[in-house]
């Protein structure tokens, strides 16, 4: 029953690092030529996910402790 959890967590970690990088890459175009604020929408809803799949993957785990214990 911990699978899902674990995968919860790495999708977690994959949308947080997408959206760390698109902040990054996007300050520094920046510099280079303007930019539309398209990207900044994009780093917020990865981080969203991000959140979202954390909350999940901390429900999955405590669910799983749960019931390991009734048994």
């Not at 994009?42 to 999940?56: E, H, I, Q, T, Y």
Request: hydrophobic share 60%; aromatic share 8%; proline share 1%.
């Amino acid at each position: 029953m911990r699978f899902p959890s674990i995968l919860a967590g790495a999708l977690s970690a994959v949308f947080g690092l997408l959206a760390l990088r698109l902040l990054v890459t996007t300050q520094g175009m920046r510099g280079l030529r303007s930019l539309d604020e398209g990207a900044l929408v994009g780093s917020a809803v990865f981080a969203l996910l991000a959140l979202l799949f954390g909350v999940l993957a901390a429900r999955l785990w405590r669910m799983a402790s749960a019931s390991r214990h009734e048994t």
